[in-house]
């Protein structure tokens, strides 16, 4: 536990388990590089090289999409669509109107959102297979106006895709879904192959070597949603927090994984020890809790008795998650200038942005959140500025472009401008 840190230890504090995804590209590029010249055949190699699976077909049918959806327990199907429906209407809230605006006399611009045509969603299996982040990608793709939309997701040793996920993506209508997981499905959505569409820009979570992926096919020209680490969660709690709530937060973001990391920032030392203790009391209940014990040993405990030495902190570290715990929450919200998504108040835990509240729960990490926004209708947009400029409007601002394209050595700029006002 810390109290009072002096700011010169901020800076080690707010440091963020670390890995060097360089490390990873010796074993990654020779995986791109394959699928690149073989294609399909390559993704089927490392399909069985992986995840133990031979597939004959990449592409899901129809009939497994049917027979996930019989499966799916009715409870969580009407859970999945309540949450569809919320992330849906905060999404479409986002959308723009085009504002046409006359400069001057006679010149006319205006921006346009474009969606994306071509874009590609990686949803992570294993033993936490992210319908959810589904949801969080799909539906604003899909308000956005991406014409294509292609998900990759792994299958199982016996060709099986997770039935709550192959269900979401039925529930969205999602065609182009691929049995692909890992360095390979990134490769694919990169490159193209005969089965799987090459797309412009690529979304989603997963482990380092999705990660490695996923930036070394950005340095060659497709796209990345946004610099990805470890999952994390911030906590501010003064005396009016639950330390049980707290502590339940903290947890809920431990049990992500070994290098999730968690801060606490409270205003006394008796409430951090407070939730100190239901930590270590709700820790032992956790199907999860050798994840979440790891995480937590790399997390924080932190005490500032200032509310703006508090919040200073806080927006250094600039979490991807932070939640204001206090019945002053929306007021002291007004001190955060630092954070991928914010929850206010005592009832307002993370897991409801994780699911079904609407925003969307795809965020900036390690730091990045000091100039990174979360997944949005944006993410999934061009926006094209036009402008057109009548003869009248030309002769007005004529005179300027010539003079500054002059002053900048540029004869065939100013001529452009110029050969037109004497016609």
């Not at 994780?354 to 926004?373: E, I, M, R, W």
Request: hydrophobic content about 45%; proline content about 4%; glycine content about 8%.
């Amino acid at each position: 536990m810390y109290i009072n840190p002096e700011k010169s230890c901020w800076p080690q504090l707010c440091t963020r388990p670390a890995f060097d995804y360089s490390s990873l590209e010796g074993l990654v590029a020779p995986i791109l590089e394959d699928i690149q010249r073989d294609g399909d055949t390559a993704l089927r190699k490392y399909a069985a090289q992986f995840d133990k699976v031979q597939l004959d077909a990449l592409q899901v049918t129809e009939e497994e999409f049917n027979a996930a959806a019989a499966n799916v327990p009715a409870a969580l199907k009407e859970a999945i669509t309540q949450a569809a429906a919320n992330i849906r209407l905060f999404h479409e809230a986002q959308q723009e109107t085009i504002q046409q605006i006359y400069t001057m006399p006679g010149v006319l611009c205006w921006r346009k959102s474009v969606g994306i045509s071509d874009v590609g969603l990686y949803i992570p299996g294993g033993t936490a297979p992210l319908f959810s982040t589904l949801l969080m990608l799909g539906i604003p793709a899909q308000i956005a106006g991406c014409r294509n939309i292609v998900l990759c997701t792994p299958s199982n040793a016996e060709g099986k895709i997770n039935e709550a996920v192959l269900f979401t993506a039925h529930l969205l209508g999602l065609k182009n879904v691929f049995k692909l997981g890992g360095v390979q499905a990134i490769g694919a959505m990169a490159y193209g192959t005969a089965s799987v569409p090459r797309v412009s820009k690529i979304f989603g979570p997963g482990n380092q070597y999705v990660t490695a992926a996923k930036q070394m096919v950005n340095r060659q020209g497709t796209a990345i949603d946004m610099p990805a680490g470890p999952s994390e969660l911030a906590v501010y709690a003064d005396e009016t927090a639950v330390p049980a709530f707290v502590a339940s937060d903290l947890l809920s973001q431990a049990e992500h994984g070994v290098d999730s990391q968690v801060m606490l920032v409270a205003s006394s030392e008796k409430i951090a020890l407070a939730v100190q203790e239901e930590v270590n009391k709700q820790l032992q209940d956790l199907p999860r809790k050798e994840l979440a014990a790891m995480a937590l040993t790399h997390s924080r405990y932190v005490v500032m008795e200032s509310i703006d030495t508090s919040f200073d902190f806080l927006n250094e570290y600039a979490a991807e998650h932070l939640i204001i715990a206090s019945d002053a929450a929306l007021e002291l919200s007004e001190k955060v200038i630092n954070a991928g998504s914010i929850f206010l108040g005592n009832y307002s835990p993370e897991s409801a942005g994780d699911y079904a509240s609407g925003t969307n729960h795809t965020l900036p990490t390690n730091g990045y959140a000091k100039a990174y926004s979360g997944v949005s209708v944006d993410s999934f947009v061009k926006k094209i500025t036009f402008q057109q400029l009548s003869k009248e409007g030309l002769a007005l601002i004529g005179n300027t472009v010539e003079l500054m394209a002059a002053a900048e050595g540029l004869e065939a700029h100013r001529n452009a401008v110029a050969i037109r006002r004497k016609g």
